[in-house]
């Protein structure tokens, strides 16, 4: 019954994304789920305020619903079929991903995650359907910050059904905490590291497909060589996937190669249960699990999820 109900859910929501899936045989989702934390305390980490004692009070049933809205997010946005990859941000560990899988159990889904050295315990995950990409490298690439920690870029190399080789880079870059432009120079050593791994691929091969996603924690910008971002007529045009002081920002971004450029299409997931009325600014904002201290638990996250179609010939 509750799979009918997320099914139902699928075809009222998504009807473009559906149409638009008849003539795609590979989707990606990317998405930042906000704080989806394990309850148990990690001594190395600050995840504190994620513990039972915490701030956030966050326990194992917070955890496990926050899994089930996870779960019926990717399922809605996925249409009729599986997506062949969701890449996910703000995930605390390889537990967290194993109850996420728990909720999408009637999904073929398999794994992909590094613990990474962020302060806060935060990490990037992939999901991958085998029967779509065929897993055959993948790595966590650091990002130097001297004495300051991030999470690791999560590299995935595959095959997909039509025998193409595909590169994957999942990416959360660090946050403008403490200013934006005092900030910038973090954000630009994930880029470089981006960008030296993604001119030493197209060095050997002009014609890879390259996928980089993620939250790039600033506007979108054509600004990683060789590759093309998705999201800049989507930002001009006042869409976006986060809403901050009434202004909404594509935060969340996709970036391709040649290769890929002209035969995808990028849309962002807004279908209206995913949102809710912004008493300040007006409008839609993201439903988040907390607003402040205060729990919701029919929410979902303060991003909303990007959705890329690769149509193949």
Known sequence: ???????????????????????????????????????????????????????FHWT??????KAEQIAKVIACA??????ALVGLCEVENRHCMNVLCEKLKSYPYHILHFESPDERGIDVALLYDPYQFKLIDSAAISVPLGEDKTRDILYAQGVTRTKDTLHVFMVHLPSMAGGAKT???KRQAGKDRIRHKTDSILARHPQAQIIVMGDMNCSAQDDIAGLHNKMLKMEKKGLGTEK?????????????????????????????WLQERDERYAGLKPKRTYIGYKYQRNGY???????????HN
Not at 12 to 35: D, G, H, M
Not at 60 to 65: D, E, L, P, Q, Y
Not at 261 to 266: A, I, K, M, P, R
Not at 301 to 311: E, N, Q, T
């Open 1 to 55: 019954m509750k799979r009918l109900r997320v099914l139902l859910l699928a075809v009222l929501s998504v009807l473009p994304l559906v149409a638009q899936a008849e003539t795609s045989l590979f989707r990606v989702i990317s998405y930042n789920v906000e704080n989806f934390f394990d309850p148990a305390r990690d001594s190395l980490k600050r995840d504190q305020d994620f513990t039972p004692e915490g701030k």
């Open 60 to 65: 194992i049933s917070h955890m496990h619903r």
């Open 78 to 83: 996925g249409g009729w079929g599986t997506p």
């Open 183 to 185: 900030s910038e120079w």
């Open 244 to 272: 901050y002081h009434g202004v909404w920002a594509c935060l969340d971004q996709i970036y391709l190669s040649d290769a890929l450029n002209e035969v995808s299409e990028v849309q962002i997931f807004a279908p209206l």
């Open 301 to 311: 996250s303060d991003h909303l999820p990007v959705v890329l179609d690769i149509r």
